[in-house]
């Protein structure tokens, strides 16, 4: 049962209007900075391709090399590319880094420069590939870093090898910067070294220019498809590395072993079409002709002498008896291979 005299009591006073003003301007300072302590940059997480980055700078090295070769070039002074190749990279770098397109092999990959220093403060990112490209700064110190300061320190080892400083003759003046040389090199290799290894696992920045400048390489377009196709590129890798391996062990290989080895699976068995008077090796006539002893087959001088250097147990091409000695044709004196 509820009383007359709780019933009777008057209504409280409504508040004055200013009370939600004075309300709002003592709790906007305390939402303007919960706001700002809390507020959200929303940082996609990219992985781009670790294989395409390093394909990106071997395509852009077989594309220097194709453009050296081409035929304009060979109505020039042999060697005089060589003279002229820093001003060839500066060439690429003026109408690719500079007016904000990538380099050939970048371009191919689906790859591009970012500043990443201006990613990190952009409130909106979409896909994650956003950002601006590089700047003016950054584009003149990749410049002078690639162009300027590989060429400087290449001249610069090539002079105190061609000086010899390394020498302990020499002054202890040109000791010493041979010797800083030779640390900072080691240095920079390790340095080198640790930022491949940084790079595998994060899959950013392939060099240590490109992490010193923030420059990262992301996808152009999301959505594109890779220029090269695996299959080209597994096909050229293998016969790079297959060429390469045939490179380095035909020197070491001894021609007449290998034809005294695959002589009795040759058609050709019967030795009535040969022609004694031709050397066996170079299959011409001999010029200064000279017979191997003691089966006295002739050869040239230059082919019997530089197998025989080569091979002291070298054997005949045409009866595989083991040479001990050469003799001019038509002389009695006689040469031995060991000398």
Avoid at 89 to 100: A, G, K, N, Y
Wanted: net charge positive; glycine share 4%; charged share 20%.
């Amino acid at each position: 049962m509820i009383s007359s005299s709780t019933t009777n009591q008057p209504p409280p006073p409504p508040p004055p209007e200013t009370a939600w003003v004075n309300t709002y301007q003592n709790l906007l300072p305390q939402w303007r900075s919960f706001s700002l302590s809390h507020q959200w940059h929303p940082i996609i997480p990219i992985s781009i391709s670790r294989v395409n980055q390093f394909d990106a700078a071997s395509l852009d090295i077989e594309m220097s090399a194709m453009l050296k070769e081409q035929k304009v070039f060979s109505l020039m002074k042999p060697g005089i590319l060589f003279q002229y190749e820093p001003e060839l990279e500066f060439l690429i770098w003026r109408f690719s880094i500079w007016v904000d397109k990538p380099t050939p092999g970048i371009a191919l990959m689906n790859l591009r420069y970012r500043d990443e220093r201006s990613v990190e403060a952009r409130p909106k990112v979409r896909t994650g590939l956003e950002g601006p490209g590089l700047t003016v700064a950054q584009k003149i110190w990749y410049c002078i870093a690639t162009v300027g300061g590989q060429y400087i320190w290449a001249c610069l080892q090539s002079f105190s090898a061609f000086r010899r400083w390394g020498d302990s003759e020499r002054r202890l003046l040109t000791r010493r910067a041979w010797i800083l040389i030779q640390r900072i090199e080691g240095l920079y290799k390790a340095a080198s070294f640790s930022n491949l290894l940084i790079f595998l696992y994060t899959g950013r920045y392939r060099n240590l220019i490109e992490r010193v400048l923030r420059a990262r390489l992301v996808y152009g377009t999301p959505n594109m498809n890779r220029v090269v196709s695996f299959e080209y590129m597994n096909w050229q890798l293998v016969w790079n590395k297959f060429s390469e391996m045939l490179l380095l062990l035909f020197p070491l290989l001894n021609s007449s072993i290998v034809k005294k080895f695959l002589s009795p699976f040759s058609k050709d068995k019967s030795g009535s079409t040969t022609d004694d008077t031709a050397c066996p090796i170079c299959q011409a006539s001999p010029t200064i002709p000279f017979l191997a002893l003691p089966c006295q087959h002739r050869y040239c001088y230059y082919c019997l002498r530089t197998r025989c250097t080569a091979a002291p147990s070298f054997c005949c091409s045409r009866c595989h008896e083991p040479i001990v000695a050469m003799q001019r044709h038509g002389a009695v004196v006689n040469h031995k291979t060991s000398g």
